[in-house]
């Protein structure tokens, strides 16, 4: 018994100090990545960027050039065109495009995507806004809708089906092709938006559907993809210029646009692109989009022309791992973590496992060893188990036993 509870003793130390020693570790060596923000400027045609070094502030292009505040706004006319606005600078037209307030605001956009916004659980209860209300201001309904052997419309304040609508659109969507269940449901159920554009489904044949309401009447589309593309992760874009339905990715991570009033599929020349794993951030202006996507090991920018989104410049910068990263990697033989970007669940889970903590965990045990080799019987098992947990284990054999 007393074997037992020394065995649970040191037991609940090491997965304490697995806990705890990285997380300490990490909060006191992390740094922020020093990746300049970074724009696409159609007057330089090169990409320019902020960054801070020492305190101040330094701007210049992918040339070297630096610049001053008002000239930095000078190359990103469209970026700052309320600044040049307020100075009298703001260009009339550019490359033979005429340029007003209204429409530099209709044709910009700023698009954003985390990983943790799709890894985590939802509710499968979704508000279907109408699209056609006639009014200005968007308002939520008192229904939602779930899908699953057919799509069923629950009020809110009863908690009951609502059959008529639910057959109603049920039928719908069958007349269309679409086959139940439903296995991917994406859309953006605010009224913090100018107009809704409802969900896109893809059923279980991997079939892609764009459903919305109209005057209270189901309005369904089936969308033709080629046979290469599987689609995986959709993002109803809803922008002010209504150019497009939404933004796809496919199994094999490209990323696509669907754009209006056609529903037809163009690939972004933006390599590969997980929406699972890594972040995206699209600034667009009615000349250009620049697009970047940060990984752990790289962030990478594209430049893309508005109208035919043919690729016009590349750049990337390396994620370089900081000197504390690599210290802890010889520190520690893993990471005990309960929470991940990747999800929102909480449970105990094993991160960043390292190799080369083998040598201190080699040398921890020798000492193990040296300082108890008079019981030789009774600490191959502790050993064994320093040489695997390493400092985790050893710090409470250490401090435990003396």
């Known amino acids: 018994m007393i074997r037992l509870s020394k065995i649970l003793l040191y037991f609940t130390a090491a997965f304490l100090l697995a806990w705890l020693l990285p997380w300490f570790y990490n909060f006191l060596t992390t740094r922020p990545n020093n990746t ?38 000078s190359i990103l006319p469209l970026f700052y065109y309320r600044q040049l606005m307020v100075d009298g600078r703001n260009p009339d037209t ?113 079939e892609l559907f764009h459903l919305k309401q109209v005057k209270g009447r189901p309005h369904i589309k089936h969308i033709d993809l080629p046979d290469s593309i599987q689609p995986a992760d959709l993002f109803v874009t809803e922008f002010s210029d209504r150019r497009s339905y939404a933004f796809l990715s496919d199994a094999r991570h490209q990323f696509y646009v669907i754009t209006k009033p056609e529903y037809a599929l163009r690939r972004l020349p933006v390599d590969s692109f997980d929406p699972h794993s890594e972040t995206m951030l699209i600034i667009a202006d009615p000349l250009n989009w620049t697009v970047n996507i940060s990984s752990d090991v790289t962030d990478r920018y594209y430049a893309l022309d508005a109208e035919s989104h043919k690729l016009v410049d590349t750049l990337s910068y390396p994620i370089v791992e900081k000197l504390g990263s690599k210290i802890g990697r010889w520190i520690f033989p893993f990471e005990l973590t309960f929470t991940s970007y990747e999800d929102e669940y909480v449970y105990p889970r094993i991160d960043d496992i390292s190799i080369r903590a083998l040598w201190l965990n080699l040398i921890l045990a020798s000492v193990y060893f040296m300082w108890r080799r008079k019981r030789l019987r009774h600490i191959a098992a502790d050993t064994a188990g320093i040489i695997v947990l390493g400092i985790f284990l050893f710090i409470p054999l250490w401090v435990l036993r003396r």
């Open 36 to 73: 300049p923000f970074t724009l696409y400027s159609c007057i330089t045609q090169n990409f320019a960027s902020i960054e801070v070094h020492q305190g101040n502030i330094i701007r210049r292009d992918e040339s070297g050039k630096t610049y001053t505040d008002k000239e930095f706004d």
């Open 94 to 206: 550019l490359y033979g495009k005429a340029l007003t307030p209204q429409s530099v605001s209709m044709q910009s956009f700023i698009f954003r995507h985390n990983p943790s916004d799709i890894n985590k659980v939802k509710p499968k209860l979704y508000p279907l806004l109408e699209s056609m209300s006639g009014r200005v201001d968007l308002e939520m309904p008192d229904d939602v809708f779930r899908i699953d052997n057919r799509i069923e419309f629950i009020d809110m304040a009863t908690n009951r089906v609502n059959e008529s609508k639910s057959e109603r659109f049920t039928r719908s969507l069958i007349d269309k092709g679409f086959q139940f269940p439903a296995r991917y449901v994406q859309g953006n159920p605010t009224v913090q938006k100018e107009y809704d554009e409802g969900y896109m489904l893809i059923d279980s044949k991997g």
